[in-house]
């Protein structure tokens, strides 16, 4: 079952107060909606009455898909640590073997679950990220957007971005691997399994694969 609560909001054009709707936890199982929400950007968006402008709402959010057994934790203000985070973890034990991970932002959340929603391994398409950056030449941003037929497709940021990573002079553009280079990195893991182990809720990410990489 998801969990709306209320927040405090400003406009960043107009400087209006406001209070909206937020998500504490989603469940992609009992609301489907939500989960669409979640995937066109919509759940983390806000229009102000006063204006009109369409707003990115920054706030904690527990992603749950009970059939596809992962979690999601968004956490843009750090980890939280003591009661919250025991009951959490007393809760998925109780579930049993799920994929448990932490990410920074609704656009990392989505990554995530187009990336199960695909059938795949979050472990193996930041290692393809990490080949492909390799690769191609002036391109930033990378994230799985969707897999078409054998081919993984991704969306990046192609020319200069700014120091917060944001395109600057850049723009998006869409980049395509074929499943051998993913099928490449799961060899990888399987062959390295003391780098494919998993304790709690872990940031899979660019440092997750330099961290193994060294």
């Known amino acids: 079952m998801s969990i709306i609560s209320k927040a405090k909001a400003v406009c960043h054009k ?11 936890s989603i469940n992609a199982e009992t609301d489907p909606d939500l989960k669409a929400a ?16 369409s707003n990115l709402a920054t706030y904690e959010c527990l992603y749950h898909d009970p059939k596809e057994k992962y979690m999601v934790w968004v956490l843009p203000f750090g980890e939280p640590e003591g009661p919250q985070k025991d009951a959490i973890m007393n809760q998925v034990r109780a579930m049993g073997d799920y994929r448990l991970r932490i ?22 398409i930041e290692l393809v990220k990490y080949v492909a950056g390799r690769e191609l030449e002036n391109v930033s941003n990378l994230h799985f957007y969707r897999l078409q037929d054998d081919v993984m497709v991704f969306s990046g940021v192609k020319g200069a971005v700014d120091a917060e990573g944001n395109a600057a002079a850049g723009k998006m553009d869409g980049f395509g691997f074929g499943l051998n280079v993913y099928e490449d990195c799961q060899g990888i893991l399987s062959r390295n399994p003391e780098i494919a182990k998993e304790d709690g809720f872990v940031r899979i990410d660019a440092d997750w694969v330099a961290s193994i990489l060294k």
């Open 14 to 24: 107009c400087g209006g107060n406001h209070t909206i709707d937020i998500y504490k």
């Open 38 to 53: 979640v995937l066109s950007g919509e759940a983390f968006l806000w229009e102000c009455p006063d204006c009109g402008t």
């Open 103 to 124: 990410v920074s932002n609704a656009g990392d959340l989505m990554e995530k679950v187009m990336i199960y929603d695909a059938g795949l391994d979050d472990r193996c």
